[in-house]
């Protein structure tokens, strides 16, 4: 049974920095594809990075050059490094992972940021 536990959310100032992380079970991460969505209140979910199995990586428009999306498979756990945060980033951010056509998702982490 896959189950994803995402941590590290929180409240940070404009300008700073959070890295979330999303613990996989089961032996299947390797082969998994790994993604960081985002849900802002009152609006849908959206994209925010992806990286597959084999390491190649997506990132939204809206993030590029601030976040960066890794993976360490000895660990079974995806990371999403966040700088220079702005006020549009808070909202609840989900892990998903997509193994054999089959998506699974975390319950999110808190990401608020305010002055």
């Known amino acids: 049974q896959v189950q994803l536990v995402e941590s590290g959310g929180g409240l940070v100032q404009p300008g700073g920095s959070l890295r979330l992380s999303c613990s996989a079970s089961g032996i299947i991460f390797r082969i998994s594809d790994m993604g960081w969505y985002r849900q802002a209140p009152g609006k849908q979910r959206e994209l925010v990075a992806t990286?597959?199995?084999?390491?190649?990586?997506n990132y939204a428009d809206s993030v590029k050059g601030r976040f960066t999306i890794s993976r360490d498979n000895a660990k079974n756990t995806v990371y999403l490094q966040m700088n220079s945060l702005k006020p549009e980033d808070t909202a609840v951010y989900y892990c998903?992972?997509?193994?054999?056509?089959?998506?699974?998702w975390g319950k999110g982490t808190l990401v608020t940021v305010s002055s």
């Open positions: 990286i597959t199995s084999g390491g190649f990586t």
């Open positions: 998903k992972q997509t193994v054999w056509g089959v998506d699974y």
